[in-house]
C-alpha cells in the first residue's frame, strides 16, 4: 500500500521567529537603482488574486486594519510577489508588486461592499496566513484552502446567533437584579429588535435605521412591562429590559478596532470605525430617546434612584451575569465553542477588577474600566499568542460586562424629565467610559507588544513600521 502523504509538522518557536525576521527584512530591504534596472518576470496572477481575496475576507469578517495589512505582506513575501506594497482602508484593499527591470508594477484591488462579524472565520484565516508564511501551505493548496473558509458554515446556526443577542440582554438583566421575569422579556425584546432590524436589512435600509428600530422595539417592551409593574404593583426592575438591549446593541467592535487602527498609525480606518461607532451610537440614543419621552408623555412613571445598576456589586449572580454577557457576546461573533470558557473568565476578571477598585478605592467609573481593560488586554493578547489565535476573538467580547448601558439610559431619562445638564453630563461619562475599555484592552496588547520577540503574521517588537517613523527609528 502507498505511503500516505503525512502533514508538515509545526514548526518550533525557533523557526517561526526567524522566519518572520527574514520576511520583515525582506519587505524593508530598500529598492536601489542597479534592482530596478534588472531583468524581472510577470508575477504569478493567482498569487496576486489569493493575497487580496484573503485580505477581503479578513477585512469584512471583523478583523483590524494592521492585521489584515500584516497578513497580505506575509502572503506576498510567501508566494514570491516582488516588492510587494500594501494598502488597507476602511472598505479598501490594494495590493501592489513591482517585477523590475522594464515591467511595469502590477496593482490590484477589492473593495468590501458587505460585513459580517464572523470571527470563526478571521481564525481559520490566520491559521491560514500562518502555515503559507512558514512555507507550510503552497499556493495551491491556500487557494483551496481559502475557497473552503469562504464556503465553511459558521459553528453555530442562524438563529443561534439570534439567541446570543437575546442572551447578552438576559444576561445583564440578571447581574443588575431584574431576576427571571425581567431577564425572559429582555431576551424577547432583544430578539424580536434584532429580528426588525435583519428584516430592514433585507429592504435595503440604511444600518442607522436598523439599529435605530431595533432600540424602539425593545424599549417599548420594556417600558411596556414598566407600565404594567407600577400599574399592578409587581415591583419588577423592567427598566433592566432597556439596559440589557442597549448593551446588546454597543458598538464594542468598532470601538476597539478604531482605537487599534489609530494607535498602530491607520488614521483613515481609524476615523472611519470611529465615525461608524458614532452613528450606532447616535441610532440606539435616538430610538431609546423617542420611546422613553414618549412613555413619559403618557404618564409612565420612571425614577431615576430606581434605574437599575450592578454597582459595584461582587455577589455571585452578578459574576454569573458577567461571565453570561461575555459568552452570550462570543456568540453573537460566531467565536467557536471551545473558546467560551477562556472568554467567560475574562469576563469576570474585568468586573472583578473594576468592582473591586471602585469599592476598595473608591476610584471613578472610568479608572476602575481602564484599570479592567488593560488586564484583560494583556492576558487576551497571551492568549492569543498561546492559541495562535486573533486577539479580537478574546478581547471584544471580554469588555461587554462594562459597556455603559447603565449610564447611557440614566442620561437618556435624564434628558427626557428635563434635567438636560445632568443627562448630557451621563451621556459623555458614557462615551468616556467607551474610549476608556478601547484604549485600556489596546494599552494592554502595547505592553505585550512591547516585550514580545514574535507573533502571527510578523508582529512584534519591530513589527510596527510606523512606530519607527516617529520615535522608534531614533
Same mark, same amino acid.
Do not use: C
Given at each position: 500500500?502507498?505511503?500516505?502523504?503525512?502533514?508538515?509538522?509545526?514548526?518550533?518557536?525557533?523557526?517561526?521567529?526567524?522566519?518572520?525576521?527574514?520576511?520583515?527584512?525582506?519587505?524593508?530591504?530598500?529598492?536601489?537603482?542597479?534592482?530596478?534596472?534588472?531583468?524581472?518576470?510577470?508575477?504569478?496572477?493567482?498569487?496576486?488574486?489569493?493575497?487580496?481575496?484573503?485580505?477581503?475576507?479578513?477585512?469584512?469578517?471583523?478583523?483590524?486594519?494592521?492585521?489584515?495589512?500584516?497578513?497580505?505582506?506575509?502572503?506576498?513575501?510567501?508566494?514570491?510577489?516582488?516588492?510587494?506594497?500594501?494598502?488597507?482602508?476602511?472598505?479598501?484593499?490594494?495590493?501592489?508588486?513591482?517585477?523590475?527591470?522594464?515591467?511595469?508594477?502590477?496593482? +490590484?484591488?477589492?473593495?468590501?461592499?458587505?460585513?459580517?462579524?464572523?470571527?470563526?472565520?478571521?481564525?481559520?484565516?490566520?491559521?491560514?496566513?500562518?502555515?503559507?508564511?512558514?512555507?507550510?501551505?503552497? %499556493?495551491?493548496?491556500?487557494?483551496?484552502? &481559502?475557497?473552503?473558509?469562504?464556503?465553511?458554515?459558521?459553528?453555530?446556526?442562524?438563529?443561534?446567533?439570534?439567541?446570543?443577542? +437575546?442572551?447578552?440582554?438576559?444576561?445583564?438583566?440578571?447581574?443588575?437584579?431584574?431576576?427571571?421575569?425581567?431577564?425572559?422579556?429582555?431576551?424577547?425584546?432583544?430578539?424580536?429588535?434584532?429580528?426588525?432590524?435583519?428584516?430592514?436589512?433585507?429592504?435595503?435600509?440604511?444600518?442607522?435605521?436598523?439599529?435605530?428600530?431595533?432600540?424602539?422595539?425593545?424599549?417599548?417592551?420594556?417600558? +411596556?412591562?414598566?407600565?404594567?409593574?407600577?400599574?399592578?404593583?409587581?415591583?419588577?426592575?423592567?427598566?433592566?429590559?432597556?439596559?440589557?438591549?442597549?448593551?446588546?446593541? $454597543?458598538?464594542?467592535?468598532? $470601538?476597539?478596532?478604531?482605537?487599534?487602527?489609530?494607535?498602530?498609525?491607520?488614521?483613515?480606518?481609524?476615523?472611519?470605525?470611529?465615525?461608524?461607532?458614532?452613528?450606532? %451610537?447616535?441610532?440606539?440614543?435616538?430610538?431609546?430617546?423617542?420611546?422613553?419621552?414618549?412613555?413619559?408623555?403618557?404618564?409612565?412613571?420612571?425614577? &431615576?434612584?430606581?434605574?437599575?445598576?450592578?454597582?459595584?456589586?461582587?455577589?455571585?449572580?452578578? &459574576?454569573?451575569?458577567?461571565?453570561?454577557?461575555?459568552?452570550?457576546?462570543?456568540?453573537? $461573533?460566531?467565536?467557536?465553542?471551545? %473558546?467560551?470558557?477562556?472568554?467567560?473568565?475574562?469576563?469576570?476578571?474585568?468586573?472583578?477588577?473594576?468592582?473591586?477598585?471602585?469599592?476598595?478605592?473608591?476610584?471613578?467609573?472610568?479608572?476602575?474600566?481602564?484599570?479592567?481593560?488593560?488586564?484583560?488586554?494583556?492576558? +487576551?493578547?497571551?492568549?492569543?499568542?498561546?492559541?495562535?489565535?486573533?486577539?479580537?476573538?478574546?478581547?471584544?467580547?471580554?469588555?461587554?460586562?462594562?459597556?455603559?448601558?447603565?449610564?447611557?439610559?440614566?442620561?437618556?431619562?435624564?434628558?427626557?424629565?428635563?434635567?438636560?445638564?445632568?443627562?448630557?453630563?451621563?451621556?459623555?461619562?458614557?462615551?468616556?467610559?467607551? $474610549?476608556?475599555?478601547?484604549?485600556?484592552?489596546? &494599552?494592554?496588547?502595547?505592553?505585550?507588544?512591547?516585550?514580545?520577540?514574535?507573533? %502571527?503574521?510578523?508582529?512584534?517588537?519591530?513589527?510596527?513600521?510606523?512606530?519607527?517613523?516617529?520615535?522608534?527609528?531614533?
Amino acid at each position: 500500500m502507498p505511503n500516505k502523504r503525512e502533514r508538515p509538522v509545526a514548526p518550533s518557536e525557533d523557526r517561526l521567529l526567524s522566519r518572520m525576521r527574514d520576511w520583515r527584512a525582506e519587505h524593508e530591504r530598500e529598492l536601489t537603482p542597479d534592482e530596478l534596472d534588472e531583468e524581472g518576470q510577470l508575477p504569478d496572477a493567482r498569487a496576486i488574486d489569493t493575497v487580496l481575496r484573503v485580505g477581503e475576507l479578513m477585512l469584512a469578517s471583523g478583523e483590524g486594519t494592521e492585521a489584515v495589512s500584516e497578513a497580505m505582506l506575509s502572503l506576498s513575501v510567501a508566494f514570491e510577489l516582488p516588492r510587494a506594497e500594501v494598502s488597507v482602508t476602511f472598505t479598501t484593499i490594494t495590493l501592489s508588486t513591482h517585477p523590475g527591470g522594464d515591467l511595469p508594477p502590477i496593482t +490590484g484591488e477589492r473593495v468590501v461592499r458587505r460585513r459580517t462579524l464572523d470571527y470563526f472565520r478571521v481564525g481559520e484565516l490566520h491559521t491560514l496566513v500562518q502555515e503559507a508564511a512558514l512555507g507550510l501551505l503552497d %499556493l495551491e493548496e491556500a487557494a483551496t484552502r &481559502l475557497n473552503r473558509i469562504r464556503r465553511a458554515r459558521m459553528p453555530y446556526p442562524n438563529w443561534m446567533i439570534a439567541v446570543g443577542f +437575546g442572551l447578552i440582554a438576559s444576561s445583564a438583566s440578571v447581574m443588575m437584579g431584574g431576576g427571571f421575569i425581567v431577564a425572559a422579556v429582555a431576551f424577547l425584546a432583544t430578539v424580536l429588535g434584532d429580528r426588525t432590524a435583519v428584516f430592514l436589512a433585507r429592504r435595503g435600509v440604511a444600518e442607522f435605521y436598523q439599529m435605530a428600530a431595533a432600540a424602539v422595539v425593545a424599549a417599548s417592551i420594556g417600558l +411596556g412591562l414598566l407600565w404594567v409593574s407600577s400599574e399592578l404593583e409587581l415591583g419588577l426592575r423592567a427598566s433592566a429590559i432597556i439596559t440589557g438591549n442597549i448593551m446588546a446593541l $454597543l458598538p464594542g467592535r468598532p $470601538l476597539v478596532s478604531s482605537l487599534q487602527d489609530g494607535i498602530s498609525g491607520y488614521y483613515v480606518s481609524a476615523a472611519a470605525r470611529l465615525l461608524e461607532t458614532f452613528l450606532i %451610537l447616535g441610532a440606539i440614543v435616538s430610538g431609546v430617546a423617542a420611546v422613553a419621552y414618549t412613555a413619559i408623555r403618557l404618564g409612565v412613571s420612571i425614577d &431615576l434612584d430606581s434605574l437599575p445598576s450592578a454597582g459595584t456589586s461582587l455577589e455571585i449572580p452578578v &459574576l454569573v451575569g458577567a461571565a453570561g454577557i461575555a459568552m452570550a457576546f462570543a456568540i453573537s $461573533l460566531a467565536v467557536p465553542l471551545r %473558546l467560551l470558557p477562556a472568554i467567560g473568565v475574562l469576563g469576570v476578571m474585568i468586573w472583578v477588577i473594576y468592582a473591586g477598585l471602585r469599592a476598595a478605592l473608591q476610584v471613578p467609573p472610568v479608572v476602575g474600566t481602564v484599570a479592567g481593560a488593560v488586564a484583560v488586554g494583556v492576558v +487576551g493578547h497571551w492568549l492569543a499568542r498561546r492559541t495562535r489565535r486573533p486577539v479580537l476573538t478574546y478581547l471584544i467580547p471580554s469588555i461587554a460586562p462594562l459597556l455603559p448601558g447603565s449610564i447611557l439610559y440614566r442620561g437618556l431619562i435624564q434628558i427626557t424629565q428635563g434635567t438636560v445638564v445632568s443627562g448630557l453630563l451621563s451621556l459623555v461619562e458614557a462615551v468616556m467610559v467607551g $474610549l476608556a475599555l478601547g484604549a485600556g484592552v489596546n &494599552l494592554g496588547g502595547e505592553l505585550v507588544r512591547a516585550f514580545q520577540h514574535g507573533g %502571527l503574521a510578523g508582529a512584534g517588537m519591530r513589527g510596527r513600521p510606523a512606530a519607527r517613523r516617529t520615535r522608534g527609528g531614533y
